[in-house]
């Protein structure tokens, strides 16, 4: 959705005196308001164990794209990472990576400083406008048990490797340079580069973002909302397959890690009249769970700047017990002192160029007149980075 209809904004990636009232209990099991059983920190439900099992012929699909060696040496993949075209490839991405690699402990600083209370109390990261944009929400993110992104951009498939030229692996490297040089992408770019026989949407860069990240992938689902807003296969939606599916559910683990989260991505609009026409998705956020629910706005083009998007910013600031964002989120006006513990970071004066007309003399005063912390690593449109994190009181 980038106009922050974003694509893939990816790349790198509270605390607060109410912060406590995120907390709940560590219990035995609960349920998320997506289904999702929650299990205890100590790893040992026989359940969860069972269900980590990474499927090969997945992540090694990712692993290939990524630039990273596959683990079956008995595949066609591994016979192409024996090529002088994939080598490069490697090459090239390596290359890539390296750059975020230099800013991801700044990032993994931040998430450990700032984070740290909102990520081992919380379980629903919300990431409307966020595309495919794992990389960073998962960075300031790691332990929410489920990740629900949205995009306009269509859900793809597994990817598919059949026949990799010098274009596929541009393609590919094309992706994720924006995303870490710039922290966003750009959407019609992404629009062009999903016109090819390996990329046909998201699912191929989100697979190749949690490769690098050394996640494994357990599955990846096609699902449907129904108009109570529950989460469900897609094939039991009245009793038939869809083969139009917007929403996608990836199920994974961290390596090393013993607790299966979820990504869920759904392509969809978010604007007021998209929501009108949405009844599944409005009865799901209707119902999001406050006391645990985080949401993360990056790269936004200030579109709940506008009144054609009131709904899903009020939506965000009814079901939200924290939110992190940039200056491209929910005007810092929707954020009354007597109900929100505000955090600034960063630098803000004006916005770049292209969105000069939401100038925020109100965040720009509280920039001024504040003691913001500092911010040592880029993020969004501005040279001059900024986040702002809100904690309900």
């Known amino acids: 959705m980038k106009k922050k209809l974003t694509l893939l904004t990816i790349l790198l990636i509270g605390i607060a005196v109410g912060i406590s009232s995120c907390k709940h209990k560590k219990e035995q099991t609960s349920q998320t308001s997506d289904n999702i059983q929650v299990f205890g920190n100590n790893g040992s439900n026989q359940d969860e164990d069972a269900s980590l099992v990474p499927d090969q012929a997945i992540n090694d699909a990712a692993r290939f794209v990524a630039g990273l060696p596959v683990l079956s040496q008995n595949s066609k993949l591994y016979a192409l990472t024996q090529t002088k075209e994939w080598k490069n490839h490697a090459r090239n991405m390596d290359q890539i990576w390296n750059s975020y690699q230099q800013t991801s402990p700044k990032v993994l600083s931040f998430s450990t400083n700032e984070l740290e209370p909102i990520n081992s109390t919380c379980k629903t990261l919300f990431y409307p406008f966020g595309g495919p944009d794992f990389l960073f929400s998962g960075s300031f993110f790691p332990d929410m048990n489920t990740y629900f992104l949205i995009g306009l951009e269509r859900t793809g498939h597994e990817i598919q490797v059949k026949h990799p030229s010098a274009r596929t692996y541009k393609l590919y490297q094309d992706a994720v340079s ?95 009249d998209g929501l009108e026409n949405n009844k599944p998705l409005m009865a799901y956020l209707k119902k999001i769970d406050r006391k645990t629910t985080t949401t993360f706005i990056k790269s936004a083009s200030y579109l709940m700047h506008e009144n054609s998007f009131s709904t899903i910013r009020s939506l965000i600031l009814d079901s939200s017990y924290a939110i992190l964002q940039d200056d491209s989120g929910i005007p810092l006006s929707f954020y009354p002192s007597n109900k929100w513990e505000i955090t600034l970071y960063g630098t803000f004066y004006k916005p770049t160029t292209a969105y000069a007309k939401y100038a925020q003399p109100a965040l720009r005063d509280a920039y001024q007149m504040g003691d913001p912390k500092s911010l040592n690593f880029r993020i969004g449109f501005a040279r001059q980075s900024n986040l702002q994190l809100m904690i309900r009181k």
């Open 178 to 272: 924006d995303v870490l040089s710039l922290s966003f992408s750009r959407t019609r770019d992404m629009n062009t580069e999903e016109v090819n026989d390996t990329i046909d949407g998201v699912i191929p860069i989100i697979s190749m973002l949690m490769a690098r990240m050394d996640k494994q992938i357990v599955s990846i689902k096609n699902k449907v909302m129904n108009q109570n807003g529950e989460i469900i296969p897609a094939e039991e939606y009245n009793g038939k397959h869809h083969d139009d599916i917007r929403l996608v559910e990836i199920s994974f683990f961290r390596t090393g890690k013993r607790k299966l989260q979820k990504i869920y991505y759904y392509a969809t609009d978010l604007s007021n």
